[in-house]
């Protein structure tokens, strides 16, 4: 059973930054895919970000260009380094992993931007 755990939510101001990190409890490397989603109030789930075993990433419009994802093999977690921040991007967080067919999330973290 894979189990993730997320960390590092918070508020901030327009135009700071945050990292967001996912503790996971299987080697990292036994995960096909790995990202970060986030729903806001009142909408849907959205992809944010996604980074696969062979470390390529892939990033959602909204993020290209503020937000990196990337592994901590030492640590096995999977960080998302948000910059920029717009009050947009206020949402709850959710870690993500892909095992064959088998999805699993996080419980999700708070990030709310202040304009």
């Known amino acids: 059973q894979v189990q993730l755990v997320e960390s590092g939510g918070g508020l901030v101001q327009a135009g700071g930054s945050l990292r967001l990190s996912c503790a996971v409890s299987?080697?990292?490397?036994?995960?096909?895919?790995m990202g970060w989603y986030r729903q806001a109030p009142g909408k849907q789930r959205e992809w944010v970000a996604s980074?696969?075993?062979?470390?390529?990433?892939n990033y959602a419009n909204s993020a290209k260009g503020r937000f990196t994802i990337a592994r901590d093999i030492a640590k096995n977690t999977v960080n998302l380094q948000m910059n920029s921040l717009k009050p947009e991007d206020t949402a709850v967080y959710y870690c993500?992993?892909?095992?064959?067919?088998?999805?699993?999330w996080g419980q999700g973290t708070q990030v709310t931007v202040s304009s």
């Open positions: 993500w992993g892909k095992v064959i067919s088998d999805d699993y």
């Open positions: 299987v080697n990292i490397f036994t995960i096909n895919v």
């Open positions: 980074i696969n075993r062979d470390s390529s990433t």
